[in-house]
C-alpha cells in the first residue's frame, strides 16, 4: 500500500511541477509578446489567470512532495532504527527540501505578480524557481545513482522534465487562456505560438528519453521481461496516441484561418484529450521512478517464451475448485495451483460480464439497436459475482462470518468495491436512458474509465522485481492501455458534434469488448 501511496504522489507533483513551470514559460514565451487587438481585451486578465494556476500548482506540489517524504519516512519502520541526522544528507531528502522551498518561492512570486501591471525583475526569481524545479528532479532520478555517465544521464533528465512541462503543463494554460479568449486574433497568436513551443518541446522529449531509454534497458528481453522496460512500453504507447493528437491539432492550428467554425469545438475537444493523456504519461513516469531500471535487473527477468506464454490464448477456465481446497485458514500461507485456479477462473468469468457490456455497447453505438443502451445492468451481474468470489475464505462461501470478515481491510476494500460497482451500473443506466439528463453526469463514465486505466498501470506489485510477481501482471500494462483508451474516446464521443461522434463511439465500444477478451486470456500458471 505505502508504494503505490509513493507513486500516486509521485504522480501528483509531477503533474503540479509541470503545471508549474509550463505556466512561467508560458507566460514568458506565449502570453508575454502578444499585443491585444484592442484595450478592450487586454492580455493582463489572462496573465494573472496563468499566475494564480501557477502557484495553485506550486503549492499542490509542496503538498505532494511533503506526503512523499511522510511515506518514506514511515517505510523506515520505528525511529529507533533511523534519526533525523542519518537521513538530512541522502540525495532524496536534499533534493525533495531544495524542490519544496522553490515550490514555495514560486507560490510567492506568482502570488505577488499576480497583482502587479507587469513581471519586472520578477523574472528572475519565477525563472530561477522554475530551474530549481528542473535541476532537482533530476537529481531525484535514477541518473543521480549511476556510476557512468550520471552527468550525462541527469542531464537529459533534466531535458526530459523540462521539455514535458513546457508541453503538457503549458497545454493546461492553453485551455486555461487560449480557449476563454473572445478576442479571435489573440485566440490565433496563442494557439501559434504554442504549437510552436509544442513542436520543439516533442522534439527535445523524444531525443531526451529515447537517450534514456537506451541507457536503462539493455535490449529486447530487458524491455519485454522487466516492470520497468514494459512500463517503458507503455508509456512509448501512450505518448505515441498523444503524438497523434498533437499533430492533428498542429494542423487544425495551421489551417484555422480558412477552417470552418465546427472546427473550433473540434480543435478544443481534441486538446482537452491532448492534456488528459499527457497526465497519464505523467503518472506512467512516476511509476517508472518507483523500479529499479531494467538494466540492473538481472537474475529476476523473465524470458521472452515466458513473458510469451502469458499472451498465448487458451480455453477459458470455467470451473472453479471448491473451497476446501483452498488454504482459507491461512492468509500468510503460499500460493497453491488451486489459488490460482480459482483467481483465473475469477477473471474469465469477469471477462465474459466485460465482453457482453463491450458487445452491447458496440451493438448500441451501431444506432440499430436502442434497447442495448441498458447494457450498463451488466455490471450489477458483475458486482454479485465478486461479492461471492474475491474472499474465498469469507462469507457467503468461506468459514468467516460476514461481520467478522468486515473487519477484514482486505475484504472491507472488495466489498466497498462491490458497492462503488453497484451504484456506477445504475448510475450510467439513468444516464443511457436519459433519466438524468445532465451532460455532466455523462462525463463520470469517461473519466473513471481513464482514471481507472492509469492506476492500473501505476498499481504493480513488480516493484521487488519478482519474476513471479512480474508475470502475474504483465498483462496489467494492455488493459491499463483499453481502460484509458476507452475513457477518452468516449469523453470525445459526448463532446464532439455529430458527426464527428460515430468514430470515437465505434472505437470506445469495440475497446470495452476487447478489454473482455483480454481478461479471458488471462493465466497465472
Known amino acids: 500500500m505505502a508504494a503505490f501511496a509513493d507513486v500516486v504522489l509521485r504522480g501528483l507533483a509531477l503533474s503540479g511541477q509541470a503545471i508549474a513551470i509550463g505556466g512561467v514559460l508560458f507566460a514568458l514565451l506565449i502570453l508575454r509578446p502578444v499585443r491585444p487587438a484592442s484595450a478592450a481585451q487586454p492580455s493582463a486578465p489572462l496573465s494573472r489567470r496563468v499566475w494564480l494556476l501557477v502557484a495553485l500548482a506550486a503549492a499542490g506540489l509542496v503538498l505532494a512532495q511533503s506526503l512523499s517524504l511522510g511515506v518514506l519516512v514511515a517505510a523506515l519502520g520505528a525511529p529507533s532504527t533511523w534519526t533525523v541526522r542519518d537521513l538530512a544528507p541522502t540525495a532524496f531528502v536534499e533534493a525533495s527540501l531544495v524542490k519544496i522551498l522553490a515550490s514555495l518561492a514560486l507560490v510567492g512570486a506568482a502570488l505577488t505578480v499576480r497583482r502587479r501591471p507587469r513581471v519586472g525583475m520578477w523574472w528572475a526569481i519565477l525563472l530561477g524557481s522554475a530551474g530549481a524545479l528542473v535541476v532537482s528532479a533530476a537529481f531525484m532520478s535514477h541518473g543521480v545513482a549511476r556510476l557512468d555517465h550520471r ?25 486555461v487562456v487560449a480557449f476563454t479568449t473572445h478576442e479571435e486574433r489573440l485566440l490565433g497568436v496563442l494557439l501559434q505560438r504554442f504549437s510552436t513551443l509544442a513542436c520543439a518541446a516533442v522534439a527535445v522529449l523524444i531525443t531526451a528519453g529515447v537517450g534514456l531509454s537506451l541507457a536503462y534497458v539493455d535490449g529486447v528481453q530487458a524491455l519485454l521481461g522487466t516492470a520497468y522496460g514494459v512500463m517503458v512500453l507503455t508509456k512509448a504507447v501512450i505518448l505515441g496516441g498523444l503524438l497523434l493528437l498533437g499533430a492533428a491539432n498542429f494542423l487544425a492550428i495551421r489551417r484555422r484561418p480558412h477552417a470552418p ?13 491532448e492534456l488528459g493523456l499527457g497526465i497519464t504519461v505523467l503518472f506512467a513516469a512516476a511509476s517508472l521512478t518507483s523500479l529499479p531500471p531494467a538494466i540492473d535487473v538481472v537474475t529476476d527477468r523473465a524470458t521472452l517464451a515466458e513473458v510469451a506464454t502469458r499472451f498465448t490464448p487458451q480455453w477459458p477456465r470455467l470451473t472453479s475448485p471448491s473451497i476446501a481446497e483452498l488454504p482459507v485458514n491461512d492468509p500468510n500461507a503460499p ?5 490460482r485456479a480459482w483467481s483465473e477462473y475469477n477473471h474469465h468469468v469477469s471477462g465474459l460480464f466485460v465482453l457482453a457490456m463491450g458487445a452491447l455497447a458496440t451493438l448500441h453505438v451501431t444506432r440499430r439497436a436502442p434497447w442495448a443502451r441498458h447494457w450498463p445492468l451488466v455490471l450489477l451481474g458483475l458486482a454479485g459475482f465478486m461479492l461471492v468470489r474475491n474472499d474465498p475464505g469469507a462469507w457467503p462461501l468461506g468459514p468467516q462470518g460476514f461481520w467478522a470478515s468486515m473487519a477484514e481491510p482486505t475484504v472491507l476494500q472488495h466489498r466497498v468495491f462491490v458497492l462503488l460497482v453497484v451504484v456506477f451500473g445504475i448510475f450510467e443506466w439513468r444516464v443511457r436512458t436519459d433519466r438524468i439528463t445532465s451532460p455532466r453526469s455523462a462525463l463520470v463514465f469517461p473519466l473513471l474509465c481513464a482514471v481507472g486505466g492509469g492506476l492500473l ?18 498483462t496489467h500494462a ?6 484509458i483508451s476507452i475513457g477518452w474516446a468516449r469523453w470525445l464521443e459526448l463532446r464532439l458534434a455529430a458527426p464527428d461522434d460515430r468514430m470515437p463511439g465505434r472505437i470506445w465500444a469495440s475497446a470495452l469488448a476487447v478489454f473482455g477478451a483480454l481478461l479471458l486470456l488471462y493465466r497465472e500458471s
Open 478 to 483: 494492455p488493459l491499463g492501455v483499453l481502460g
Open 151 to 175: 552527468a550525462a544521464l541527469m542531464t537529459l533528465d533534466a531535458l526530459h522534465q523540462l521539455a514535458a512541462a513546457a508541453w503538457i503543463g503549458g497545454l493546461v494554460h492553453l485551455m
Open 335 to 339: 500460493r497453491t495451483d488451486a489459488d
Open 261 to 273: 467554425a465546427s472546427s473550433q469545438q473540434r480543435l478544443r475537444r481534441f486538446v482537452e484529450v
Open 457 to 474: 498501470l501505476t498499481h504493480s506489485h513488480a516493484s521487488l522485481n519478482l519474476k513471479s510477481e512480474f508475470l502475474l501482471e504483465v
